[in-house]
């Protein structure tokens, strides 16, 4: 399992002298040892659990995004006590564990999985419900021309290629900083940076290894994004 590891602590005075990093690094590292874990990155941020405003918080849901990691923190409440907040990190499919109880943690992404896929189910039922009623009543339902009425509205196929393009989109976005970074150090040609994006665990759209090719593409795409 490829990791992220996030550290939080409440005051400058802890950041220095690693009054309670230490227990959380003992805690992480306990667990990543039992679960064989590979770790891409650490990040320690120094802020108040009441607030949401955390840069290094921030770097490390990128990092996890781009490679697909996991983050990983020693008790639940490093995230934060904001219920909203914990929501919004599900909702962005950020994966994270806390190490003191993973069970419940994953127990709860299940719960909230589950109350989501009811409700889809619940809705689907009401809406065949509404549709069966009004058969009932000698209502006809659905386009007379069929599939053709669709395309002639330029719908169907146009729809999902603009979702597929602004994924793309989405996510040429993300790799941005990345590419810079990479650049910023020298390495500027399609493939050392190639090179370089499959060693530090970065994914491509589809999740396979970069290539001069994709380079180019995602520069081109970048490009595009800023004309």
């Not at 990128?62 to 909702?91: C, M, P, W, Y």
């Not at 069966?132 to 069929?146: D, F, I, Q, S």
Request: with cysteine; hydrophobic share 40%; charged share 25%.
């Amino acid at each position: 399992m490829k990791t992220i590891l996030y550290f939080r602590v409440s005051t400058d005075r802890q950041g220095r002298s690693g009054l309670g990093l230490d227990a959380q690094r003992a805690a992480v590292q306990s667990f990543c040892a039992s679960r064989q874990c590979e770790t891409l990155g650490e990040y320690v941020e120094i802020e108040s659990g009441k607030r949401n405003n955390r840069p290094e918080l921030i770097k490390a849901l990128h990092h996890a995004k781009v490679t697909g990691a996991t983050i990983i923190i020693a008790k639940l409440d490093r995230l934060s006590r904001n219920l909203a907040f914990l929501s919004a990190l599900q909702e962005a499919g950020t994966k994270f564990i806390a190490a003191d109880m993973p069970e419940a943690n994953e127990l709860t992404v299940h719960i909230m999985a589950a109350v989501a896929q009811a409700e889809v189910k619940m809705i689907s039922q009401r809406t065949k419900d509404a549709l069966g009623a009004l058969r009932a009543k000698g209502v006809k339902l659905g386009n007379p021309n069929g599939a053709s009425a669709l395309r002639r509205a330029q719908k169907g196929n146009a729809s999902a290629l603009e979702t597929i393009k602004a994924k793309a989109d989405a996510h040429a976005l993300d790799i941005a900083p990345v590419i810079t970074a990479i650049q910023d150090v020298g390495i500027t040609s399609k493939t050392a940076i190639a090179k370089e994006l499959n060693h530090r665990g970065i994914r491509t759209p589809r999740g396979g290894q970069w290539y001069a090719k994709s380079v180019t593409n995602l520069l081109e795409r970048l490009s595009s994004k800023m004309l």
